[in-house]
Each structure stands twice: as C-alpha cells, then as structure tokens.
C-alpha cells in the first residue's frame, strides 16, 4: 500500500511521497472547477450564436454561480457527517453529468439548467480539495504545497481562455464542457484508487430547513449582486425583495441553527476569533481579487491597446506575483510555524497595489501596470492560501468540512460584491466622462458598442480618445474603492492571535501538542 494515503492519527504520519499522489488528484480536481468559466466565456459568443438567446446569455454564468455559492455550505457538511471520500466522489461524478449535458445542449433553457447541475458539483470540488488536505496534512506542513495549490489557480486563469478559444476554433463549443470528462475520469481513478479516509456515521439527520434557508439567503445575495444596477435599477422593485428576503432568510437561519442537532454551519465556529477574522479577510480578498481580474483586461484592452485573444495572459505580472509569494509564504510557515505576519504584510500590499492601480490613466504603460499588478499579486499571495490555513487551524477535526465551506462561501461572496460595487462604480463614472467629453447622446451611442481594440481603431479620434479617458476614468474609481475596502482587512489582520498550528515541531507531535492543537485557542473570551 505503499501510493495508499491514509488520514493521519497524529500529525507527520502521512508520507509526502503519498500526499503528492493525493494532491495530483485533488488538483486535477480544483482544475476542472478553476478552468470552467474561463473556457466557457471565450467560447460563449460562438454558443450564442448556435443556440440563440442572447438576453439570457448572463444566465449560463449566473445559474453556474449561484448553485455553486448555494451548495457550497452543504457538501462541508455532507463530508462532515458521512465522510469526506463519498461526498469528494460524488462531486465530481455530477459535475461530468452537467458537463456531458452542457455539451449536449439544444437551446439556451437547457443550457442554462445544465450548468446548474454542474455548478452543484463545482461547489462540492472546492470545499472537498480543501477538507481532504484539512484532514491529511497537518497545518504545520501544509505551507509546503501551497504554492501547488496557487500554482492551479495561475493556470486556470492564463490558460483557461487560450484553451477555450483553441478548443472553440478547431473542436467546436461543444468541446469546452466535453474536455472535462477526461479529466475528471482520471482524477475519479486515482482519487478512489490512492484515497483512504476512515467511513464515518452520522449521528445526526441533516439540517434540512437550515440548508434551505441559507440557499434562499445565498441565492438573494448573489442576485442582488448579479442583478444590481445592470438587470434593474438599485432601487427597483426586485432588487429591495431580493434584499428582503435574504436579510429575512438569513435571520430565519441563524435562529434555525441554534436549535439544530447537526447544523448546517454550526455557529460555534465564529467563537474562534481566528476562524472570523479569516472568514472576514476571505471575503475582502474576493472583493479585491475577483474586481482585478474583471477590470485589468478591461483597461489594457480599451486603453493600451491589448488584444483580448491572450486576456489570461495580461494577468500575468499578478498571477506569477501571487504564485511565488505564496509558496515562499508557506515554505516559511512550515519551516517556522509563524504565519501572523502574512496577513498583515498581504494587507499592506494589496492596499498599496489597489491604490497604484487606481493612479494609472491613459498614459500608462504597460510595464508599468505590470509592476502594479505583481504588487497586487504579491498581497494576494500572502493572503490566498494562509486565510484557509488559519481558519482550518482555528476548528476542531470534525468542524473541518464547515470550516472549508464557510471559508470558501465567503470569499466567493466576496468576490460577487466586489464585481457588482465596482462594476456599478465602474459604469457609472464611464457614462459621466463620456457625457462631459461627447454629450450624452453620443456617449450614449459609444457605450452601447462592443469597444474592443479593434473596434477602437475604426472609431473617430475624438470619440476613441473620450472612451479611453472613460475607462480609465472608471478603473481609477473601481480600484480606489479596492483599496478603501482592503484597508479594512489590514486592520483586521492586526487582530490575528498566532495560535500554534498543528502539528508544529515534533514534541507536539501526537498527544499533547495534537489535543492542545485541536480546539480552538483563540476564541474572543481569551
């Protein structure tokens, strides 16, 4: 049984060369979920153009997104009470059902339904890579691999639009759902072949009407994000219901989960001052994250003239920043057991990176924007994979699945408002520089078209050059509005209490330093 991973009793009883045959897995794994969007929106407007309804185009992306945020909390739990092998498992096998029916779709109502199927196995993807390494690897050792883990992440966003539009040119659209098939067969080989986790017996029943509470709050948030400002107006009609029934329903939620026998997302977990400070920064690094990688390509496209084939590729200078960074970071941990550091300094940066990406204009080069992204980056790095460490460290094992999903959750939370905030931010400040510049009218006109490079470059010099001040206009309001937002996870990063990890030196190896290790030390009565 020498490729056989079994889940350590003790901390340092996992081989590494059998976690390296686990994590292999685990990462093909967070690929699949990682690459899917990425593909997918390059092939979208070849799809629109086969299946046809565009006005409902925005739900291939929406109903993806929201089964995923919704299902995330659940399968924590699910992994929790009946095992983590099963759930991870069955996972995977629905996301390949929704990817097969994805690509075998006839229309865009069927389209939109199948992506929701796979959206509900992409959100069990995450939230099992991230418990099974919870439950494998000490956090002590964890560092050691975290830059694997960015590592994925830099390749998904790079490579994804490359392949999705290589795939969309020479296989057809269909292909970009099918070609996760092989990769998810390999990863549910090698998963079920070298994975051994202990069974587990629940027991408890689910929480049934706290899962469906908090898919009703989830699902609210993520509309109202989605939605608002660009569907209906803020102030509409269904924006203020959406936001109604989530407040509502989240109330509901938190009352349903004090009463539960085995909650959905039991709330002794934010007693841990660790575990909500790092849900909190979790969530402000997907405002700053998720905004970055929406508005960059944006600005280098429409304002320094970049071609939008290789968009993964002008995030770049970020993407290596936060790769390399975070793997330094967690070589670091491991070898010292401190981590307090990171959260702060990645705060710091990612202030500083927000601010100087909130300077550029029309004048920027790009060697310039280069070196403010590898800043941003750099925050990132400090601050991907050490928010999921803590917030695992600050549980006991058995919380380990929950504490994944919230963590998780919140971040993709994050990541919806920081879109919408700086999207409406972005629109708004666009239309008023071109309106000063143009008149609305013509403004009008110019911010209904598809203002790519080269659809800039037909344009009138005058009309070109108000859209490019317009964006840049719009970018410098997104990012300051980053930057304002981070400076609250710096704060708050001064509050983390530097809790031994698990597994840190080898006279807490096992008994004493294990059982010290596996409750919460830092809990807000401290």
């Known amino acids: 049984m020498s490729e056989t991973v079994k889940q350590a009793d003790a901390p340092?009883?996992?081989?590494?060369?059998?976690?390296?045959?686990?994590?292999?897995?685990?990462?093909?794994?967070?690929?699949?979920?990682?690459?899917?969007?990425?593909?997918i929106g390059t092939a979208m407007p070849t799809i629109v153009g086969e299946l046809g309804g565009l006005e409902h185009l925005s739900w291939v992306v929406t109903a993806y997104t929201l089964a995923t945020a919704a299902s995330?909390?659940?399968?924590?739990?699910?992994?929790?009470?009946?095992?983590?092998?099963?759930?991870?498992?069955?996972?995977?096998?629905?996301?390949?059902?929704?990817?097969?029916?994805?690509?075998?779709?006839?229309?865009?109502?069927?389209?939109?339904?199948?992506?929701?199927?796979?959206?509900?196995?992409?959100g069990g993807l995450m939230v099992g890579v991230m418990a099974i390494i919870g439950d494998l690897i000490p956090p002590r050792e964890r560092g050691k691999y975290q830059g694997m883990m960015a590592g994925v992440m830099a390749l998904a966003m790079i490579g994804g639009p490359l392949v999705g539009g290589t795939i969309t040119d020479h296989m057809g659209w269909r292909w970009a759902f099918y070609i996760n098939l092989p990769l998810g067969a390999v990863a549910l080989a090698m998963v079920t072949a070298v994975l051994h986790l202990p069974k587990k017996k629940a027991q408890?029943?689910?929480?049934?009407?706290?899962?469906?509470?908090?898919?009703?709050?989830?699902?609210?948030?993520?509309?109202?994000?989605?939605?608002?400002?660009?569907?209906?107006?803020?102030?509409?009609?269904?924006i203020i219901g959406l936001i109604v029934a989530g407040l509502l329903s989240l109330a509901a939620f938190l009352y349903v989960e004090t009463k539960a026998a085995e909650p959905v997302m039991p709330l002794h977990i934010f007693r841990s001052r660790n575990f909500t400070l790092m849900s909190v920064i979790g969530f402000l690094v997907g405002f700053a994250m998720f905004g970055g990688v929406l508005y960059l390509p944006l600005f280098q496209q429409s304002v320094q003239g970049a071609s939008a084939t290789n968009s993964g590729l002008l995030l770049l200078p970020m993407l290596l920043s936060m790769m390399v960074v975070s793997l330094v970071a967690g070589r670091i941990t491991t070898s010292s057991g401190k981590y307090?550091?990171?959260?702060?300094?990645?705060?710091?940066?990612?202030?500083?990176?927000?601010?100087?990406?909130?300077?550029?204009?029309?004048?920027?080069?790009r060697l310039v924007s280069g070196l403010y992204m590898a800043v941003l980056g750099a925050g990132l790095g400090f601050l991907m994979q050490i928010t999921m460490l803590v917030a695992q460290n600050s549980v006991d094992m058995k919380d380990m699945g929950v504490a994944s999903s919230s963590a998780t959750l919140f971040r993709t939370l994050g990541g919806s408002f920081g879109v919408a905030l700086m999207g409406s931010l972005f629109t708004t400040q666009v239309t008023d520089t071109m309106s000063e510049r143009l008149g609305p009218q013509a403004a009008k006109a110019a911010g209904s078209a598809q203002l790519d490079a080269a659809s800039l470059a037909k344009l009138p010099e005058a009309?070109?050059?108000?859209?490019?001040?317009?964006?840049?206009?719009?970018?410098?309001?997104?990012?300051?509005?980053?930057?304002?937002?981070?400076?609250?996870?710096?704060?708050?990063?001064?509050?983390?209490?530097?809790?031994?990890?698990?597994?840190?030196?080898?006279?807490?190896?096992?008994?004493?330093?294990?059982?010290?290790?596996?409750?919460?030390?830092?809990?807000?009565?401290?």
């Open 12 to 39: 340092g009883e996992v081989k590494p060369r059998s976690v390296r045959v686990v994590l292999m897995a685990l990462m093909i794994a967070m690929l699949l979920a990682m690459l899917d969007n990425m593909i």
């Open 72 to 122: 995330t909390p659940i399968w924590g739990k699910i992994g929790d009470m009946y095992g983590r092998k099963g759930s991870f498992l069955t996972s995977i096998v629905i996301f390949l059902v929704g990817s097969a029916l994805s690509g075998m779709a006839q229309d865009m109502g069927q389209l939109i339904g199948f992506r929701a199927i796979q959206g509900l196995g992409a």
């Open 204 to 238: 408890g029943k689910i929480d049934y009407l706290g899962a469906a509470l908090l898919t009703v709050a989830i699902t609210s948030t993520v509309l109202v994000t989605t939605w608002g400002g660009t569907e209906y107006a803020w102030g509409s009609a269904e």
């Open 340 to 365: 307090k550091m990171f959260p702060i300094i990645g705060g710091a940066l990612m202030v500083v990176g927000l601010f100087l990406l909130a300077s550029m204009d029309t004048g920027t080069t």
């Open 463 to 526: 009309v070109r050059d108000a859209y490019q001040h317009a964006v840049a206009a719009g970018t410098h309001s997104a990012f300051l509005l980053g930057a304002g937002i981070a400076v609250i996870g710096f704060a708050l990063a001064w509050f983390v209490k530097e809790v031994p990890l698990r597994g840190a030196g080898p006279a807490q190896a096992g008994g004493e330093g294990a059982k010290a290790a596996s409750a919460p030390q830092d809990s807000f009565a401290h």
